[in-house]
């Protein structure tokens, strides 16, 4: 699929884009809320400055892509791929990362906590190989 018609039917209130191919997309500045993108490959896609509300991204393909400055806020990331993903420093809350591998990711929110509210951190890797189980559900 490519991002136009992506966007049509997001403005035509489609909000199930599991396992769509969205790899390598502009998404830049984008608000999304109530999307379901499980199983998506967004590997490569760019989502810098992009607000994402209640958007379902578990087992999603994201290696590569870009979340530099992002918000997220009820975003699960629940097994989804980061390998080489770049986050900067979003800001996240309630984001869930249960068995996700942060140890090739570039993210620069770990010790900034008023940047981070309330992530989950369940059988996570961290960037330092350490794992983390933090408010497992």
Do not use: Q
């Amino acid at each position: 699929m490519d991002v136009e018609e992506f966007f049509r039917r997001y403005e035509a209130g489609e909000r199930d884009f599991s396992g769509v191919d969205l790899s390598g997309a502009n998404l830049e500045g984008v608000v999304l809320e109530d999307v379901n993108f499980v199983g998506a490959d967004l590997s490569g896609a760019s989502l810098c400055e992009a607000s994402l509300n209640r958007v379902d991204l578990s087992k999603a393909e994201l290696s590569g892509a870009s979340f530099s400055e992002a918000g997220l806020v009820e975003v699960n990331l629940t097994g989804a791929i980061l390998t080489n993903t770049f986050f900067g420093e979003p800001c996240m809350r309630r984001v869930n990362l249960t068995r996700v591998d942060l140890s090739e990711v570039n993210i620069l929110w770990i010790e900034n906590e008023r940047r981070i509210k309330g992530i989950i951190l369940c059988d996570t890797t961290m960037p330092d190989g350490t794992i983390r189980n933090d408010h497992c559900i």
